[in-house]
T-cell receptor
């Protein structure tokens, strides 16, 4: 069983479209995250939620909106997609609100390509 | 401004030899450091960590060294095995850990040749 699963794994879409990436974790964790791996390969945190409450909101364009219907799900909605949004997006989860990293479990990533 | 940097994008090592992956950081408020390993088409997985109060942590073939004065850490893999071929990310956490935020480097791709 996949602990943190993301869908879709690959997504190619046109500029201006609105798309969503879904994430689900079956580990019973309270905290979920979205990280983005950009073209320079850095992994950067975008958002974190704890029990459906937003904890971290980095400097991300407001075209990106996370939605957490319950603590097992954290979806990422992106409006008006731009070329620069092309990246790999990783969902992750952890038990604690502020773990020391070793308890963060990552999903396999969603490859978004905007054309 | 990247606070965690891995200046070697790739490293090639012969099987059985030592692999040394390096990481530099700029923020003296980092108090916990981690290494993650990533295979293609998979998410990063935790490998080993070290607190800033230590200078060495060992787990089997993996050892992480921390030099706070130089703001430098390294991961040693001895002996290297072909299955170690992956991308290795260095990451750091701030003292107050801002809700689980990790700051990653850009990764070093290790290739271990038989």
């Amino acid at each position: 069983d996949t602990a943190v699963s993301q869908t879709p794994k690959y997504l190619v879409t046109q500029m201006g479209n609105d798309k969503s990436i879904k994430c689900e974790q079956n580990l019973g964790h309270d905290t979920m995250y979205w990280y983005k791996q950009d073209s320079k390969k850095f992994l950067k945190i975008m958002f974190s939620y704890n029990n459906k409450e937003l904890i971290i909101n980095e400097t991300v364009p407001n075209r990106f909106s996370p939605k957490s219907p319950d603590k097992a799900h954290l979806n990422l909605h992106i409006n008006s997609l731009e070329l620069g949004d092309s990246a790999v997006y990783f969902c992750a989860s952890s038990q604690e609100k502020g773990p020391r990293g070793n308890t963060i479990y990552f999903g396999e990533g969603s490859w978004l390509t905007v054309v | 401004d990247q606070q965690v940097k891995q200046n070697s994008p790739s490293l090639s090592v012969q099987e059985g030899r030592i692999s040394i992956l390096n990481c530099d950081y700029t923020n003296s408020m980092f108090d916990y450091f981690l290494w993650y390993k990533k295979y293609p088409a998979e998410g990063p997985t935790f490998l080993i960590s070290i607190s800033s109060i230590k200078d060495k942590n060992e787990d089997g073939r993996f050892t992480v060294f921390l030099n706070k004065s130089a703001k430098h850490l390294s991961l040693h893999i001895v002996p290297s095995q072909p299955g170690d071929s992956a991308v290795y990310f260095c990451a750091a956490s701030l003292i107050y850990n801002q809700g689980g935020k990790l700051i990653f480097g850009q990764g070093t791709e290790l290739s271990v040749k038989p």
